[in-house]
């Protein structure tokens, strides 16, 4: 659980500062449970040019609590909590001034944005929560008060999760965490978690993760692990202290991330050596004819394939689908061995590229608008799908035909703006599980929005 805090000061001497607005909103990582904001009076006099940054004034504070009205409240709400701020130093320690003074020993663990961006958004020109977030297409009102820039690092920390591909952050604050240090039931796991599309993470005591997986429904998935008698269920049900999850809003992504996680973690309960998730592909070559011809073998990654299959069966369903629906030949598709002509020719749904009729460019040209339908090889397009929330989108981003990353957008620009989007992605590694992934993903969902850039 993270306490999320923006706090305005009055500025002045060092540690002799007073705060004069606080906003905390308690996140578990997926949403806001509770939040608390306030004016504060801060019994002290305001800098002059924090008046001028904030719009506080002491006119303002006159009747607002002071310090020790809301401290309870304070306490309650980051109980328990990771302490996340944008330059957490300076907020923490002035929440911890403000305790001293009422003699009470507040102490928390505590996350710092700027840090974090650093790590897991480089080569950003300026990581000034302001700049940062214009640069991210990130909306911001009230810069330069507490309850605005608290929600825009609500936001930002939810991009930074989400970038956590090792999930080093999630990892550190289940440590943090007491409840996590007991004992529960599988049961009241299995009530904490959510029936919608995405990727769960198993942890243990020491909030290592053990298990990764994606399921349609989350919370139907772990109950089968919690229930099945098999070995590997067996030994998840004596193991698994706490679950945490992302929710991803469509398959897709959930499949990448579950792809590249499992690689970046290695858990222990994970296959170490994970059989490849393709087994058989389309590859195409030229015959001594000049005509393309079509060949499904089993998977080499020596080999440029089209698109890649999980099953020997899938593939010949794909290729018998592509020959009715571009007018191929089923000799030179590899499906109808003959020294002749191909049974299609017979019925007349054949031009005669089997026996040299048809004229080797008109023939190939049908060829090439299937391999260019079901390969994305130096294209540059961002596949685009259901978010987390309704006004959300996830964006999966092409380049050159190389899979860079995904990310959620909100609104509109942050896809046709690319230097925004790219800000946004989440980098991925390009290997051939995921390209396998997103081919099959997209000859499964032909409705998806598809972006294609110059």
């Not at 959300?392 to 509109?412: A, D, M, P, Q």
Request: aromatic content about 8%.
């Amino acid at each position: 659980m993270y306490a999320i805090l923006d706090i305005e000061t009055t500025g002045g001497k060092y540690n002799e500062e007073g705060i004069t607005e606080i906003a905390i909103y308690k996140f578990d990582g997926h949403q806001v449970v509770d939040q608390f904001i306030s004016l504060v009076n801060p019994e002290r006099e305001i800098q002059p040019f924090v008046v001028n940054l904030t719009g506080i004034n002491s006119n303002m504070l006159k009747n607002a609590p002071k310090f020790y009205e809301v401290a309870k409240r304070i306490i309650e709400i980051t109980e328990d909590c990771v302490i996340v701020a944008h330059n957490s130093e300076f907020d923490y320690r002035i929440l911890r001034t403000e305790f001293k003074r009422l003699g009470f020993p507040y102490k928390r663990k505590t996350l710092c944005t700027v840090l974090l961006s650093k790590t897991l958004i480089p080569d950003q020109p300026s990581y000034s929560l302001g700049k940062l977030t214009r640069a991210l297409g990130i909306p911001v009102s009230d810069r330069h008060r507490a309850n605005g820039d608290a929600i825009a690092t609500v936001k930002l920390f939810k991009m930074l999760l989400a970038k956590d591909v090792k999930k080093v952050i999630v990892q550190d604050a289940i440590v943090v965490e007491p409840t996590f240090k007991m004992e529960p039931s599988l049961k009241q796991i299995l009530n904490n978690l959510p029936n919608s599309t995405g990727v769960y993470y198993i942890h243990n005591v020491n909030g290592e993760i053990i298990y990764i997986g994606k399921s349609k429904n989350i919370k139907n998935r772990l109950s089968q692990h919690f229930t099945n008698a098999n070995s590997k269920s067996k030994k998840i049900q004596l193991q698994t202290a706490t679950v945490t999850y992302d929710a991803t809003g469509n398959e897709l992504i959930a499949l990448l991330k579950e792809s590249q996680e499992i690689k970046s973690n290695k858990p222990i309960l994970n296959r170490a050596l994970r059989r490849t998730i393709f087994t058989h592909a389309l590859y195409s070559f030229i015959d001594d004819d000049g005509y393309i011809n079509l060949k499904i073998d089993k998977a080499d990654g020596r080999k440029n394939a089209i698109t890649t299959f999980s099953t020997r069966n899938s593939a010949k369903q794909f290729l018998f689908k592509a020959v009715e629906d571009f007018n191929l030949c089923q000799k030179l598709c590899g499906l109808y061995p003959s020294k002749t002509s191909c049974f299609n020719y017979s019925l007349k749904q054949c031009e005669g590229a089997c026996i040299k009729e048809e004229a080797v460019e008109v023939y190939n040209e049908r060829v090439n608008k299937l391999i260019e339908k079901n390969s994305y090889n130096n294209t540059n397009m961002a596949i685009v799908d259901r978010g987390r929330e309704i006004d959300e989108r996830s964006v999966v981003l092409i380049k050159n035909g190389v899979f860079v990353g995904l990310g959620y957008v909100n609104l509109n620009y942050q896809i046709t703006n690319t230097s925004v989007l790219e800000s946004l992605i989440t980098p991925m590694e390009n290997n051939r599980d995921a390209q396998h992934i997103i081919q099959s993903y997209l000859r499964r969902n032909k409705n998806l929005k598809i972006i294609l850039f110059n």
